[in-house]
């Protein structure tokens, strides 16, 4: 049986619910509405929600295994091996981790793994700029990103706790999405015009990233290969320090 769900976290947790509700765990496939078929196989069509959703939330919170399951999701891909993973955990009555001899534990661990140190580089690697609202507004922080897997969301708290009166803007540019902070609340946005404009500004904010980096780059002791270890290639394009004047 192939379920259809929506292409979020509720649509495939709502997914979930439904596989167990139909005791299809032996028997099943999940894809998302965006994906295509076989065209050949039986397929149930799964409405996203909020109810069943947060039922399998709790249970995933009883097992301790909400935090794995969601940084899992956020990986893409893997959502057949997500749900395997649950099926182990709840026979255990608890985190299968140990058993990384079982494909889905080892692909649910692994994906978790990957995408938490993605969002822990970013938190180091995160540049701001400053840009003036339109219509003579106030200042907001806005930073691009381009990360590998879909991260914004787990690094909210971060920034939303060391910039409680800054308003921010990080725009995942990859997904054309951003994170929102007002200084009140935060949120995710897909609209177009939050990803406009182009970060052009040449402020004192800035520079003193800049010049910050001017000043701990010692030219004779200069060893790219090193330097590319500590901050990769994918991620210089977005930082301060590495744009041209």
Known sequence: ???????????????????FEDKKTADFTLRTTEGVGLGFDEERTVISDTEHADRVINRLRSLGIYRRVYTAYLYGGVEDSILLYIKRALSL????????????????LTASERVGSEAHRFLEFIRFESLREPNGGGEIMVADIEPQYDILHIISNHFVKRFPSQPLLIRDMRRGKA??????????STLPEL??????????????WRRYFQ???????????LQQQ????????????????
């Open 215 to 225: 000043c701990v780059a010692i030219p004779w002791r200069r060893n790219r290969k």
């Open 230 to 245: 500590f901050v990769p290639l994918r991620f210089r394009s977005n930082m301060t320090e590495f744009k041209t004047q």
């Open 195 to 208: 990803l406009r404009p182009n970060i052009t500004s040449e402020g004192e904010f800035e520079d003193m």
């Open 1 to 19: 049986m192939v379920y259809v769900h929506e292409d979020s976290f509720e649509g495939f947790l709502s997914a979930v619910f439904t596989v």
């Open 179 to 188: 994170l929102v902070w007002d200084c009140e609340n935060w949120h995710i």
């Open 93 to 108: 009555g608890g985190r299968p981790d140990q058993q990384r001899y079982d494909d889905a534990v080892k692909t649910v």
